[in-house]
């Protein structure tokens, strides 16, 4: 574990040794521990605060955007903002996996349309009012 650092659930079960009833009993512990040497080595791991793994805990754990806030006690766009410094912080976040289809249809026609990196208001007139600003920040950021 020490090697490999994993820092969610999936990552832990993939490891040999660790099955459901491991993972259920003493995953949590083990992935704070994980977390907190990565912090006091410097260690060239994600170095991500408690807030911040527990939100790509959940994301690798296949959680939409709503059911991560849900989960967490966050609103929507803090959460997004909690997903876009995971982006950010090299984490392969798929905005497209968190947002409904049809939204992400209607960003991703936005931005081709609109061309390389358009100005935040030329996007956000571009689309209608259903699609939230935290939802074009975290497809803009991964475009």
Not at 44 to 63: I, K, M
Not at 73 to 97: F, K, N, S, Y
Request: a negative charge; one cysteine or more; proline letters at 7%.
């Amino acid at each position: 574990m020490a090697r490999e650092k994993p820092l969610s659930a999936e990552q832990l079960l993939q490891l040999n040794g660790v099955g459901r009833a491991k993972l259920d009993r003493y995953g949590d512990a083990f992935l704070d521990a994980i977390a907190e040497h990565c912090r006091c080595q410097r260690d060239p791991g994600p170095d991500l605060d408690p807030g911040l793994r527990d939100t790509w805990v959940a994301y690798q754990q296949g959680l939409d955007l709503d059911a991560i806030a849900t989960r967490r006690g966050l609103g929507l766009a803090e959460t997004a903002d909690q997903l876009l410094r995971l982006l950010q912080a090299g984490q392969p976040v798929a905005p497209d996996r968190l947002l409904a289809p049809r939204k992400v249809e209607l960003i991703e026609q936005a931005l081709e349309s609109l061309g390389d990196k358009p100005a935040w208001q030329e996007l956000r007139t571009a689309l209608p009012p259903l699609v939230a600003d935290h939802e074009i920040r975290l497809m803009q950021a991964a475009w």
